[in-house]
């Protein structure tokens, strides 16, 4: 049985009566011409008018075949077998729902061929297989918030198929599982056979997900089967960037930054790579540097590259590489905010004018000179404003001596730390166990000291003074200090201590008493981190504020406690991103909005919080710098890039993909799709593809025959 999917395009059939019209004003036309003698001519005279006729009666025929052939095209034929044809209409009416793969790697090209190319084809053939106007159908895109086309089940094919036209690849990642529960939902409206056709790449990465799922059973209706079409080609090769940081954090003027972005090679081979940096700086001045990379199979590598912030505002990279077959992976964006002086906290219920305090000597090491000159802006205040003071805005907290911390003090400094802050805690006079408990109480589960101090000891009658022997002197909490630095330091006696607990196994010691004790340490904890120091640099404690080295170290701590800031401020495509920078109200003249490098405003939603403004960048679609801008002014800019998860282009065990979701109880089967057409064939053979091929051919062997004629 043979079903037209349109089949008001027959009226197309008309056009037969071109090739009619040409072929009897062809036959009655008459030409005369003057020979000196006719008579060689009358013996072939009745030969060569049948033979004539017997051409142009072929001719006709190969052109009316033409003809028909396109117009049975245009119609849709599909067809359908006995069996299928004799079945009830109104019971076995089929739904379908196309779960289209839209992550990052179908962008990858094969042979100059999109895979997100091949997937259009495989799901326009799989919608050309069903009766229209009696099945129902649906397509949910799969990105990283899967969403159906058509709110419901539709029996709108040519709808369906006209948003498939337009359908183009993301640059997110793809969220499966959600997609299959959305497919699951439209299917269970209907209650007749129901199939979800899965058109995917097969990306490892995008499906491991999905195999942690075991709810799937509980998602789809009772009797859904899974049909997975996998796009086939050839072997999958890419080179990607990936995880563009920078250090430090917050660049000062005049001080050397370092970008750097990784690079691998998902290659079975050796490459040789040029990476190529633009460094624009104020909007205006712009450098270029580049670099040549081998890189083995497999191998990654981290390019750095160096730069002097020459002044405050926003330094953006852009990274890159020649174009292959994955291009949205071949670039990798940075934004950088650099300060003229950076603001950093200390923390201190003692007098910061009064000599000898831990305030006193903390305040003088971050601003020696005292005047505009400091890379440090350093701010004072007391434990009880911690509550009611915008930590987000320091660089770096340092807390000395404390009165006993109220619940809402412990609470602002371990949100602080949480949302990426780092923090230096000094351990001298006062409640130090009770306020270390606190913070430990408000961490929670997690864990935020690298150890619980146990009590305080002194070594003031000791005949051996205690002091610092070793340390990572290599990590780059120390790697400015020479060997003439290091020896400073161990000539530095401490009268009362801190006795450290077992440190935890998420902490990392980083300097040791002369006692085998630690001294020093940091942990990690949700974004950002906290240093734990069993000493105080008040004069009581020991002489370590006096000597030029603790001046260096402060500095060096106020740069680099935060030096993972910025890979969290890499964010994908489809992701909203919330601008830590909270805006003053002034600040803000006209109307916050984000935009492109283009200058194209984007979605984008603001939140007023008593007298400061937050923004958030709401679900970007592609990579690149986005900037915050008020008016003609950029207050603040983040680097959005594809997640490095999508530019591994291996592809999962589809036998092992089928057999787990066989395990949760669902039928499924595989269809390989290899070009441009599918072997999937739901429940007809579309005919309107030979019908093409047939006049095609129709029309070759006209032009063959005239050719021929003719010589």
């Known amino acids: ?135 129902v159908a649906n397509i949910v895109l799969a990105d990283s918030a899967p969403q159906a086309i058509f709110p ?28 299959l529960g959305i497919a699951g939902k439209l299917l269970s409206e209907h209650t007749g056979k129901r199939d979800i056709v899965v058109i995917s790449d097969m990306q490892a990465a995008n499906w491991s997900d999905f195999l942690g799922n075991d709810a799937l059973s509980e998602m789809l209706p009772k009797g859904t089967r899974v049909r997975f079409a996998e796009i086939k080609g050839a072997a999958r090769e890419n080179i990607a960037l990936h995880n563009p940081q920078h250090f430090p954090s917050r660049p000062l003027a005049d001080q050397t930054c370092d970008v750097t972005v990784q690079i691998t090679n998902y290659s079975n081979q050796t490459k040789q790579v040029p990476v190529t940096v633009v460094i624009q700086q104020g909007g205006n001045q712009e450098t270029t540097q580049s670099q040549t990379l081998s890189l083995s199979a ?21 990274f890159s590489i020649p174009n292959d077959d994955l291009d949205v992976d071949n670039r990798a964006y940075l934004a950088v905010e650099t300060s003229a002086r950076l603001p950093v906290l200390v923390v201190s219920d003692d007098d910061p004018q009064q000599p000898g305090t831990a305030a006193y000597y903390m305040m003088r090491a971050l601003m020696p000179r005292d005047d505009q000159t400091d890379p440090y802006a350093a701010e004072h205040i007391r434990s009880r404003e911690l509550a ?23 609470g602002a400094i371990v949100n602080y730390v949480d949302a990426g802050g780092g923090v230096v805690f000094f351990c001298g006079d006062g409640p130090v166990k009770e306020n270390l408990a606190a913070l430990q109480v408000t961490a929670g589960e997690r864990g935020l000291l690298p150890w619980m101090p146990e009590e305080r000891v002194r070594f003031s009658r000791q005949p ?12 780059r909490w120390f790697r400015e200090f020479d060997e003439q630095s290091q020896l400073a330091v161990s000539q530095i006696h401490f ?78 495509p489809g992701k909203t991103y919330d601008f830590p920078q909270k805006f003053a109200m002034e600040s803000a003249d006209g109307q916050l909005r984000i935009q492109t490098e283009d200058g194209i405003a984007v979605p984008s939603r603001t939140t007023t919080l008593a007298d400061r403004i937050s923004i958030s960048l709401l679900e970007p679609q592609t990579s690149g710098i986005y900037r915050v801008t008020d008016g003609d002014r950029t207050l603040a800019a983040v680097g959005i890039n594809v997640d490095p998860r999508e530019s591994d282009l291996e592809a999962i065990n589809v036998d092992r993909l089928q057999g787990f979701v066989a395990s949760q109880g669902v039928e499924t089967d595989l269809q390989i799709a290899g070009s441009w057409e599918s ?33």
């Open 679 to 711: 072997s999937l064939e739901y429940t007809g053979r579309p005919l309107w593809g030979n019908c093409l091929t047939l006049a095609m051919c129709a029309i070759g062997c006209e032009m063959f025959l005239l050719g021929l004629w003719r010589r």
């Open 298 to 318: 497999g191998e990654q590598q981290t390019v750095t590259f160096g730069t002097t912030v020459p002044a405050a505002g926003l330094l953006t990279a852009t």
């Open 495 to 572: 009268n009362q201590v801190w006795a450290a607990g077992v440190p935890d196994p998420n902490a990392e010691v980083l300097l040791m008493f002369s006692d085998g004790r630690p001294a020093l340490g940091s942990r990690l904890f949700g974004r950002g981190q906290l240093v734990l120091a069993g000493f105080s640099p008040d004069a009581t404690s020991s002489d370590l504020g006096k000597h030029g080295t603790f001046v260096a170290w402060m500095q060096i701590l106020a740069k680099s406690l935060r030096p993972e800031e910025e890979r969290f401020r890499n964010s994908p």
């Open 1 to 135: 049985m043979i079903s037209l999917t349109t089949p008001l395009l027959l009226t197309g059939l008309t056009l037969l009566a071109l090739p009619v019209i040409a072929h009897l004003v062809n036959r009655h036309s008459r030409q005369t011409l003057i020979f000196p003698t006719i008579a060689l001519l009358e013996a072939v005279t009745a030969k060569h008018a049948r033979l004539s006729r017997l051409r142009r009666l072929i001719l006709l025929l190969l052109r009316m075949l033409a003809f028909t052939c396109i117009v049975l095209a245009f119609t849709r034929p599909v067809w359908f077998n006995e069996g299928y044809a004799n079945q009830s209409h109104a019971n076995d009416t089929a739904a379908v729902v196309l779960v289209l793969d839209t992550s990052a790697s179908t962008n990858q090209r094969i042979d100059g061929v999109s895979i997100s190319e091949r997937m259009r084809g495989t799901a326009k053939q799989t919608l050309d297989a069903l009766r229209s106007g009696t099945d």
């Open 388 to 410: 009611d003071k915008p930590l987000e805005q320091y660089a770096a907290v340092f807390v000395g001596y404390l009165a006993q911390l109220s619940v809402e003090a412990a």
């Open 464 to 475: 051996e003074p205690l002091r610092i022997t070793s340390g990572r002197w290599q990590s």
């Open 152 to 179: 419901r089940l539709t029996a709108n094919l040519p709808g369906l198929q006209n948003e498939l036209s337009q359908f183009q690849p993301s640059q997110e990642r793809a969220n499966f599982s959600t997609a």
